[in-house]
Structure formats: C-alpha cells, structure tokens
C-alpha cells in the first residue's frame, strides 16, 4: 500500500477506434501525469481536448492502448483489481441527474458501500459522515428530484466519498449548473481538500475553477502543454487565449497594463490582488 | 394530470402501519386480495368495509384521499359493471328492453364486482400508501430471494424497480420540457384526426428516447463506477426485522378472514 | 412591440404548494432591442420567458405584442411565431433524420412553401455558421456545438420578429461560448430583430446587449443600460450576482482616484481608465 503517487500515468496514448470504419482517432498522445496524495490538480482544456477521456482512464473505465496507469500503484489494466481500483478512485460526473440511483438520499450515498458489502452499521456511520463532509445531512431523507442541482451533485459527492476513496476524480462537475450551485460545489471540493485532505483531480474548462488548485495541467488537443501552479499558468494570456481557454479578468487587465509598458506583477489571479497591484503603482506615481 | 394519480404514491406519516415490516405488508396485501374474492355476501362486504376503514384509521391515511385515487379507474369499473349488468343470463328478469335484459341476478353480479375492484384498489393502494418505494422494493426483493434458486433475478427485479422509480419525476419533468420547446416551435397536438395527434408525438418520442437511452448510458458507468456488481455479497444500510407488531398484524388479519369465511356459511344474502 | 402589464404568475394556484413566481412585472421591450435578461435560479426569468409566446398564461396582467393582448387571441401559434424561443440545452428537441429537416420543422408548422421553407432553413444554418454539408448529417452524429447551433437556426428558421434566448452558451466551453454569442450579436446586426438574451453571466450580458434587465425574487429588480446596472455593483451581489472582476477593481480603484469612471465591464475600458490614472499620478509628481 502507498506510494507517494496515488495516481501515476507513464507515457500514455489512446485511441478510439470507429468499428464500422476501422479507422482509429488518437485521443491523448504520450501523457505523463503524477499526482501526489493530499494534491488538487485541475485539468484545464477546452470541450474535445481529451480531458474527459484522461479522467475514465484513471478508473478504469477506459484502459489506455499503450503506456500504463497506475492507481494506488495497481495497474488499470489488470481486470481483476477493477473493484480495488474503483474503491480508491471516485468519479464524479457533469449529470447530477444521471448517477443518483436511488429515490431517497441517504439510500443513494449508501449504494457504493452496499455494493462493497460493509456491514449494516458501518454503512450507518458512513452515510452520515459524507453527507455531513458536504454539508446535506439535513436532506438525509429527502428526494433527489426535490433538491436543487448543487444540492443533488453534492449527494453525488458523497455517494462517492462513502467510499472513502484515496482519490476523488470531478469531472466537469459545474458544466450543468447555475452560479449558485457552482459555487456550493468548488466550495465543497476546496474544502474536502483542505479539511479532510482528500486527493483532488478536477476535470473543467472553467479558468475560475482551476485557479483554486495546487496545480494547472493544461490539455489542448490531446497532449499536455503545461503543467505548473495556477499562477504561472494564467500569467501566459495570449498561450490560453490561443487554445480556446479564458483567462481571468484581473489577470488579462494586469497583462494588458504590463504591455502597456507599467511595472505590474502578472501573475495576479483575482479582484483583490489586483487591486492592491495597482495601488502599489499609484502609490508610487504619488496618488 | 399525471400527478393526479394516488395509487402508487406514498404517504408519508408516523403509524403503525407504515412501520410494519414492508415484507408482512406484501404477504398480508396478497392474502387480502385472494380473501376479497372469497367474499360472497353483503354482511361479508361490510365486514371487508370495516377492516378497510380500520386499516386506514391505523395508518393515518385519510379514507378521502384514498377515494380521489380511484377517480382515474372509475371509467374502468363502470365499463366492467356494465358488462355484469347487461351480459349475465339467469335469474328472473327484472327489465328488459330491445336487445337489453337486466336480472337480478346480473345486478347482483354488478355490484359485487363493483365492490370487489373498490375493495381490491383500496387494499392494494394502502401498501403503497403506507410503505416508502425504496422498502417496497427491498420487501419484494427478501421475499423473492429463495426463488433466485430456480432462475427469478430478485435483485434485479428490485433494481429495475428503484431505478424506475428514481427516473419517473425526471422523465415526466423532461417531457414537459421537449413539449414546450416543441410547442415553440409551432407543433401542434390538439388538432386533426388521431393519426395526425399520434404523428404529432414524434417530435415528443424521439428526444425523449434519446435522451432516457443517454441517461442509461450515463447511469451505468456511474454505477459501475461505484464498484456494483449486481447482488452478489451486497449488504444493505436497512436491515429488515420481523417485530412484535408483524404478529400482530397476522393475527388480527386471521381474525378477519375467519370473519369473512363464516358470513359466507351464515349468509346467503 | 413586446409589453407586460402588470404581469402576475402564481404556480399550481389553489394547492398547498401555491408559489408566487412573479409578481407585478411591467416591462416594455420596443423592436429592434438587444436586451439582456439577469437573475439567479428561481428569481422568476424562467417563467417570465415562457410568458412571451404564451406557453404560460399570466394568472393576472396582461401580455402585449405589437399592441395585442396574447390572453384574447384563439390560438397561440401565431404568437410563437412571432416570439421564437430557444429553451436551455435546445439540442433536446432535435429529433428528425436530417439537420434540415429539422431546422425546417417551424417554417413547415407555418405552412410555407417549399421554396420559402428552403430559403429559410439555409439562411438560418448560415446565420449559425453550419456548412451546406451539415445539413444532410444527422443531428445526433454532430458534437455538442453544433447541435446546440442546429437547435437556435430552428427557431431562427421561424424568422421570429422577437427571439429569446435561455441560456444558449450553458455548458459550453469558452470558444464555443464566444462562436454562439458572436453569431447572435451578427444575427441582430443583421437581420434587426429584437433579442432577449437570458443568461448568468455577467461577462456575456456586458458584451452584447444595449439594456439589461434584472429579476431578483420575482420582481424586476433593475432595468436599465449596461452602465447605469453595472454601477450598481454592491445591490447586484446582495441579489447573489456577481459583477465582472474589472467592475470590481474599478469600483475599488475609484476611492482612491474619484476620477475612475462608474459601471467599467470591459478589460480593455478598465485598461484605459487606470492606465490614464497611472499617467496623470505620473504627470502630478
């Protein structure tokens, strides 16, 4: 048990191939990706990029077609570990809708370990720590389509963390909600990370997500063109710019200003550091 | 509408009845349902009466909302005591008028068979009534498990049966949905003769078929990925116990059976 | 024209869980309009939306388009005509053979010709930039932006004199998002009709329309130009709306130099104004 890594992906390729045509397309080309235990890294790429495809791949939904994935130091390809890979490496997807299973909450967060075969009381117990880790404890007894979309992907959330994986996979799992609900669920992602020390890979083309991360790995057709901590990332404008992605408004501005020949740190990330950028400038022109 | 319909809902409230282990409930429905056949008297029907409304007044279910349930199947049973009515021979006639002939005894015959399915829907509508899906489900499953060894999937049964559940509110919500973008899109439903209403159903369908098979699609991997494997070694987070009040129930339903067979020696009427 | 009177909406009226949607709504819209639509969940955008072309009828108030009140009219599908409205995730509804064929479903629902039905399904394809070619795939065998694009020409095939659009961008990536929004914007250059953008972002509102107006708990909480709401930058995120990032640090900006101006919603215009702030404190020392 435990390496370092819990998720280990060495020179990976994939591709699907059309069985009507026979003709493959290359999906993801020669990725290499470590992910430490206690991390949260965001996989940035825009709508075809691959980053889903990367995301099945960590579970075994997906086996790679050459290279290898390791989870947990066990091999996805190795069929007979499905179970042990699944157990450690939860996914949660953009559809709150379509991986509820069951019509009342608690009964849904406890599916994964019914499926494991915990004993009854052990279930118990862990029903109620997930639903109380995202904050849906109160709703316990209520109805999946009774919940707002925030609330229902949080129960998603904890039909996973009922697992108690080493790992949560997210994969665009702000893509079908409102603001609202889109905040409720970085919160609870940021929170998971920091408070329970859970493992975190988010799968997302919202810039404003991944700047919550340790760590930015940018995909852009196929293949990973950065890999670095968010600031260093989004401090490359005119690179995100050219692959489809948004940069943050703050961060565009202090770029802008530095081409602008003004002497701006451009690594800023949100309102507020940008902000006080500025003011240091003022302050220096005497303002 | 759709939401109109009671039987099959449930009705959430603290009872004795609702607290009845979901197993008892189902065994106990099924006997009822062969008892109410059994029935052959009016005292009999108002001993059925009785245990009905008791059952109800247990369950703190009130016998009107029980009644508005049977408002969809009403057509149902008027067509079905029309038959008895007008086709049953024998007995002396009572009316008759061109090809219509009434006997008593095809009166008879009406109104037990309109007092069998009111009974019958009653019954049956409490179980659901008074037992959340999710128990119902499991209940059938415990109960159908010892047929697993001649081949009947109980745990699958049972999962189809949650899933349905689960997706029905999502399915009628997503209906109304593709009507209305269809609607806004000129179809229209209400008009022209019935083939031309049921071409108008298909730019409902096949969204809505698309969309269910993505959804089944969708749900699989995510079970999948929550390590199911059908029902081999699963557990589950409500353990199922036969309590005291189970017994009870039985013996209270025996009383009333036995009730119901001696009206039958008693009474001819 | 498209006029609310006094507009009421309460859901399942009379049942125990009667909920009041809308309440007292007045808003006029005159043609030619770009118009965005801001609120959160529930604050009642939804139902307004759906009592534009009549698919909801106002349980008090009136709902006029070109001066006629919609309630008196026999059948609605004049009036759907007229207001074509794109619903959020509009790729559901596809369901013919042919991206033609369904883009061409409205104008036959109309009852226009062949020839019009054709010049109609291939202006509204090109107005979403889908090729000739995409018109004999099958919708299901297109990616999600292009059947979102497949979706909107079905309701612009409508030639709708108003056009109402739920959330078009929701779930696309952000090139996807730009394509969708650029096109409408050519589209109401073009073709002069009214649009009626609903959507979450303030980002997208601030690029492309002349007037925003914002619903908070079912009541019109603000109507005005894109300036005049932006400037109101703390009342919009006590109703759970966040304002652009450079809305913000020019708000922040402005206590330090008064002369940063009000309700900035670009990077390019926040550039300018703080740049021009840098210089002066520059030329002042």
Request: include cysteine.
């Amino acid at each position: 048990m435990g390496t370092d890594d819990i998720i280990k992906i060495e020179n990976l390729n994939f591709s699907y191939s059309n069985s009507e045509t026979g003709e493959s397309t290359e999906v993801l080309k020669n990725i290499n990706l470590n992910v430490r235990r206690g991390e949260f890294v965001a996989v940035l790429g825009h709508n075809g990029s691959g980053k889903s495809t990367l995301a099945k791949l960590m579970n075994a939904i997906l086996t790679p077609t050459s290279g290898r994935v390791l989870a947990d130091g066990i091999d996805t390809s190795d069929e007979s570990r499905l179970f042990d890979i699944r157990s450690r490496v939860g996914m949660v997807f953009q559809n709150p809708d379509n991986q509820l299973v069951t019509t009342i909450v608690e009964e849904d967060v406890a599916f994964a370990p019914e499926n494991m075969g915990v004993p009854p009381a052990e279930i118990r117990k862990r029903v109620d720590y997930a639903l109380k880790t995202v904050g849906m404890y109160e709703f316990r007894r209520s109805a999946p389509h009774h919940l707002s979309g925030g609330q229902k992907q949080r129960v998603a959330i904890a039909g996973v963390l009922a697992m108690m994986p080493d790992v949560i996979v997210l994969d665009e799992p702000t893509a079908m909600l409102d603001p609202s609900g889109r905040r409720e669920i970085m919160d609870t992602v940021s929170r998971l990370n920091r408070d329970e020390g859970m493992t975190v890979i988010l799968i997302t083309h919202y810039m404003d997500e991944a700047v919550r991360a340790d760590r930015v790995v940018v995909i852009s057709d196929g293949e990973i063109v950065r890999d670095a901590p968010p600031r260093e990332v989004f401090s490359r404008v005119d690179e995100l710019k050219k692959i489809g992605l948004d940069v943050p408004q703050s961060t565009e501005l202090a770029y802008l200003l530095s081409k602008d020949g003004f002497d701006i740190k451009t690594d800023v990330l949100n309102a507020d550091e940008c902000t006080s950028e500025i003011e240091r400038l003022l302050m220096q022109t005497g303002k | 509408m759709i939401t109109d319909i009671t039987i099959g809902q449930f009705f959430p409230a603290e009872s004795i009845i609702h607290r009845l282990d979901p197993r008892t409930k189902i065994l106990l429905v099924l006997a009822y349902v062969v008892v109410v056949f059994f029935v052959k008297s009016f005292v009999g029907y108002i001993i059925l009466a009785l245990f009905v409304i008791g059952c109800c007044a247990m369950a703190r279910v009130p016998v009107k909302f029980i009644l508005k349930g049977l408002k969809p199947v009403m057509f149902f049973i008027v067509i079905t005591a029309l038959f008895n009515l007008f086709l049953t021979s024998g007995g002396v006639i009572l009316f008759h008028w061109w090809i219509f002939t009434i006997t008593d005894e095809g009166l008879r015959f009406a109104v037990f068979m309109v007092l069998r399915l009111l009974f019958l829907i009653m019954g049956t509508s409490l179980l659901t009534l008074t037992t959340s899906p999710i128990l119902l489900t499991d209940g059938m499953e415990r109960l159908l498990r010892p047929l697993g060894r001649i081949g009947v999937p109980a745990h699958e049964i049972s999962m189809m049966m949650t899933i349905a559940l689960r997706f029905i509110p999502t399915l009628l919500e997503e209906t109304d949905k593709i009507i209305k973008a269809q609607s806004a899109r000129g179809a229209d439903f209400d008009s022209g003769n019935l083939i031309r209403r049921a071409k108008a159903m298909v730019p409902i369908l096949i969204p809505l078929f698309i969309s269910s098979f993505r959804r089944a699609d969708e749900l699989a991997t995510a079970m999948e990925c929550r390590c199911y494997r059908g029902g081999e070694n699963r557990t589950s987070l409500n353990k199922l116990e036969y309590g005291r009040r189970d017994a009870y129930a039985w013996l209270i339903f025996a009383v009333f059976t036995a009730a119901v067979f001696t009206t039958n020696f008693l009474f001819a009427f | 024209m498209l006029k609310l009177e006094d507009v009421s909406y309460v859901y399942q009226k009379g049942s125990p869980f009667e909920k009041e949607a809308l309440k007292n709504v007045n808003i006029t819209v005159e043609d030619g309009e770009f118009v965005g639509l801001i609120g959160h969940t529930g604050s009642g955008k939804s139902t307004l939306i759906q009592l534009f072309n009549g698919l909801l009828k106002p349980s008090s108030g009136r709902v006029l388009i070109d001066g006629v009140d919609i309630g008196t009219l026999k059948s609605l599908r004049d009036v759907r005509f007229k207001v074509g409205l794109v619903m959020q995730y509009p790729e559901y509804q596809l369901f013919e053979e042919t991206v033609y064929k369904d883009i061409a479903f409205g104008p036959r629902n109309m009852g226009l010709s062949e020839e019009e039905t054709d010049r109609r399904v291939r202006f509204a394809a090109s107005m979403v930039g889908l090729s000739e070619a995409a018109l004999d795939k099958s919708p299901f065998e297109m990616s999600g932006g292009q059947k979102r694009r497949a979706a909107i020409a079905g309701i612009l095939a409508m030639e709708p004199k108003i056009l109402v659009l739920d959330e078009p961008t929701a779930g696309l990536d952000p090139s996807g998002r730009d394509e969708i929004l650029f096109k409408i914007k050519d589209m109401h250059a073009r073709t002069g009709a009214t649009v009626i953008l609903v959507t979450h972002s303030m980002e997208d509102v601030a690029r492309l329309a002349e007037r925003i107006i914002v619903m908070n708990k079912g009541a019109l909480a603000m109507d005005g130009s894109v300036r005049e709401v932006f400037s109101r930058g703390a009342e919009l995120e006590k109703m759970g709306l966040a304002v652009p990032q450079v809305t913000k640090i020019t708000d922040n900006l402005r206590e330090r130099v008064p002369s940063v101006k009000r309700g900035i919603f670009t990077v390019r215009e926040a550039e300018r104004e703080i740049a021009a702030a840098l210089r002066e404190g520059e030329v002042n020392r």
